[in-house]
């Protein structure tokens, strides 16, 4: 079956560090860019950040940069995102979504069900 | 960025009814949108892509248009499974700065 699991979502104090975590299953996933998308209790989605195929390029979010870091390895199918020095307005469930390959620019076209990231003290 | 104005944030339709939801583009984007739902307890879907574009197995009651920086989003005759929450999302910034829309909340009316 192709689908995305997340995992590695907490209770975190504010300054604290969290390592989200996607594994990919029933596809190839360096084939394609990969992003990470948040939605706040009760809001609207959000793309935080996102990363090539071989890990060359890594876009971010203005509000994360300096702070989150994406990553990917392709042996194992995953993708991760380290999150640094965060902030109780980072609360949200973070989703891992799968951008599409038929040609540039990319859609979401796969995504998984997400893991709550809460920042709290 | 490129902002997107969705509208309205909820519409109440009847089983068999139409419906409609709008989502407007703050500078031009091309075709470049996206159409996800969105249900309780569960993943975004990709319903529609490059504005008018079916994704894989979605129903042929879904359907999407363009009209400049305007894109519609009709469902021709509501089913009780497509009542959830519906989001455009423009990727024309790609790969950095895609943008949703706010949601519209589909009831049951």
């Known amino acids: 079956e192709v689908q995305l699991v997340e995992s590695g979502g907490a209770l975190v104090q504010p300054g604290g560090s969290l390592r989200l975590s996607c594994a990919a299953s029933g596809f190839t996933s360096s084939l394609y860019f990969m992003s990470w998308v948040r939605q706040a209790p009760g809001k609207g989605l959000e793309w935080v950040a996102n990363i090539q195929q071989d890990g060359s390029h890594r876009y971010y979010l203005d509000s994360v940069k300096g702070r989150f870091t994406i990553s990917r390895d392709n042996a194992k199918n995953s993708l991760y995102l380290q999150m640094d020095s965060l902030r109780v307005e980072d609360t949200a469930l973070y989703y891992c979504?799968?951008?599409?390959?038929?040609?540039?620019?990319?859609?979401?076209?796969?995504w998984g069900l997400g893991t709550l990231v809460t920042v709290s003290s | 960025e490129i902002v997107m104005t969705q509208s309205p944030a909820a519409l109440s339709v009847s089983p068999g009814g139409r419906a409609t939801v709008s989502c407007r583009a703050s500078q031009t984007i091309g075709d470049n949108l996206a159409w996800y739902q969105q249900k309780p307890g569960q993943a975004p879907r990709l319903l529609i892509y490059t504005a008018s574009k079916r994704a894989t197995d979605i129903p042929t009651r879904f359907s999407g248009s363009r009209s400049g920086t305007e894109f519609t989003l009709t469902i021709s005759s509501v089913q009780s499974e497509d009542f959830a929450i519906y989001y455009c999302q423009q990727y024309n910034s790609w790969p950095s700065m895609n943008t949703f829309g706010q949601g519209t909340k589909l009831e049951i009316k």
């Open positions: 979504a799968r951008e599409s390959s038929v040609a540039a620019p990319y859609y979401f076209d796969l």
